[in-house]
Nanobody, 126 residues
Framework: QVQLVESGGGLVQAGGSLRLSCAAS????????MAWFRQAPGKEREFVAA????????YYAASVKGRFTISRDNAKNAVYLQMSSLRPEDTAVYYC???????????????????WGQGTQVTVSS
């Protein structure tokens, strides 16, 4: 069982940066692949970035590649999303999610993730 709590959201101007954090409970956090998803008003939830359980592999949505960086610290039971060059279209509720995939395995499909946080709001003003 893993419980996830996101933080770090807020209001930022276009071009600015934010760092989201996801704190996880549970002793087996390091055995989970992690991901960030987001949901904008009136839109479906979409994949943003994923990281393997060791952190050696990452994958990004095309819309954020080169601007966002996902990372994790298994000693602190945390995963992060560093967001730079933010755009108004990045405005959304951001969720972290976990799935017990080993090795380099990850997923961009939200239906594969077993655990979800409550989300944190990111608003980018133009």
């Amino acid at each position: 069982q893993v419980q996830l709590v996101e933080s770090g959201g807020g209001l930022v101007q276009a071009g600015g940066s934010l760092r989201l954090s996801c704190a996880a409970s549970g002793r087996t956090f390091s055995r989970y692949a992690m991901a960030w998803f987001r949901q904008a008003p009136g839109k479906e939830r979409e994949f943003v970035a994923a990281i393997s359980w060791t952190g050696s592999s990452t994958y990004y949505a095309a819309s954020v590649k080169g601007r966002f960086t996902i990372s994790r610290d298994n000693a602190k039971n945390a995963v992060y999303l560093q967001m730079s060059s933010l755009r108004p279209e990045d405005t959304a509720v951001y969720y972290c999610a976990a799935v017990p995939y080993r090795g380099a395995r990850m997923s961009i499909r939200e239906d594969e993730y077993d655990y979800w946080g409550q989300g944190t709001q990111v608003t980018v003003s133009s």
